[in-house]
């Protein structure tokens, strides 16, 4: 079955340290989005990149990093200077991006919490 | 800057209620989504509206799209405690998706 698979699906971070979300996606789609989401501020966009070895920054892309070398995968690094790292982060993926007829697919989200 | 919001937040009705959520959004838009998560899990994608005066209808749920007004509406027909959940429109933008706070919809029995 095709499908986005987010992993670990709950993450500790101490402090200093840098973390890696893992994103992995066999919909053969374009287009993948990383959301952060807090209770009461529902899904605010952190990157999304269109195709492969490229990618934008969101509304709050400060304190984390993404990289996009295969089609298939799109991980998102939580940084040290990401003060506040505590939430829900969700992947998706689409066909084709903003333009597409077709809804985002979501993994099932990581909760990363602090130690 | 695209600026997405619903209302009600929190929404509490009776079952056998008809309810509607509300969406708007600041700029011109290509598209505009509608989802459903439960509590703990993830999206689960309802409708995609592609154009003013699109309206779908899936069992007690039905969406339309007014592109003129940037208004998107959710109705809620003859509520079941099934229905609870939190509903998000997603509004499309030069290849960004941006989110609504979301409306948490709780259906009493």
């Known amino acids: 079955d095709g499908g986005i698979t987010q992993s670990p699906k709950y993450l500790f971070r101490k402090e200093g340290q840098n973390v890696t979300l893992s994103c992995e996606q066999n919909?053969?789609?374009?287009?993948m989005y990383w959301y952060r989401q807090d209770p009461g501020q529902g899904l605010r966009l952190i990157y999304y990149?269109?195709?492969?070895?490229?990618?934008q920054k969101g509304d709050i892309a400060e304190g984390y990093s993404v990289s996009r070398e295969k089609k298939e995968s799109f991980p998102l690094t939580v940084t040290s200077a990401q003060k506040n790292p505590t939430a829900f982060y969700l992947c998706?993926?689409?066909?084709?991006?903003?333009?597409?007829?077709?809804?985002?697919?979501f993994g099932d989200g990581t909760r990363l919490s602090i130690l | 800057e695209l600026k997405v919001e619903q209302n009600p937040l929190f929404l509490s009705m009776q079952e056998g209620k008809n309810y509607t959520i509300y969406c708007n959004y600041s700029?011109?838009?290509?598209?505009l989504y509608w989802y459903r998560q439960d509590p703990g899990k993830s999206l689960e994608s309802l409708f995609v509206?592609?154009?003013?005066?699109a309206v779908k209808q899936e069992g007690r749920l039905m969406a339309s799209l007014d592109t003129k007004a940037r208004l998107s509406t959710l109705h809620i027909t003859a509520a079941v405690h099934d229905l609870s959940a939190t509903y998000f429109c997603?509004?499309?933008?030069?290849?960004?998706?941006?989110f609504g706070k979301g409306t948490r919809l709780h259906i009493l029995p």
């Open positions: 997603a509004v499309s933008r030069d290849d960004k998706i941006i």
């Open positions: 919909l053969n789609h374009d287009a």
């Open positions: 998706a993926s689409s066909i084709e991006g903003g333009n597409s007829n077709q809804p985002q697919h």
């Open positions: 990149s269109q195709i492969v070895n490229d990618f």
């Open positions: 509206l592609l154009s003013n005066g």
């Open positions: 700029t011109t838009s290509d598209r």
